[in-house]
Nanobody, 119 residues
Framework: QVQLVESGGDLVQAGGSLRLSCAAS????????MGWYRQAPGKQRELVAT???????VYADSVKGRFTISRDNAKNTMNLQMNSLKPEDTAVYYC?????????????WGRGTQVTVSS
């Protein structure tokens, strides 16, 4: 199993910055991809950014140039630096980890951290 714990969510004014962190524990050696997803009220959960264990990244178009995902494999943490925040970034942000052991794929989610951007 893998446990994921997010932190860093807060209330911030538009144009401000926040840094989210995700701490992973458990069978972290088998994680090959981590990512951030978000879900706004009344909307489906959507991808924000992902990063592989090799450092390859993918961003949603809506956050490109504003958000930066990073990963510290030695510390088993993942971060999301969010700059130039907009009210539409308001959502619960979830940490996600995908791993593979043998022929079996696993996916894990954190409980989420609330980000609220006021206009």
């Amino acid at each position: 199993q893998v446990q994921l714990v997010e932190s860093g969510g807060d209330l911030v004014q538009a144009g401000g910055s926040l840094r989210l962190s995700c701490a992973a524990s458990g069978r972290v050696f088998s994680i090959n991809k981590m990512g951030w997803y978000r879900q706004a009220p009344g909307k489906q959960r959507e991808l924000v950014a992902t990063i592989t264990d090799g450092g390859s990244t993918v961003y949603a178009d809506s956050v490109k140039g504003r958000f930066t995902i990073s990963r510290d494999n030695a510390k088993n943490t993942m971060n999301l630096q969010m700059n130039s925040l907009k009210p539409e970034d308001t959502a619960v942000y979830y940490c996600n980890a995908k791993r593979r052991e043998g022929a079996v794929n696993y996916e894990h989610w954190g409980r989420g951290t609330q980000v609220t951007v006021s206009s």
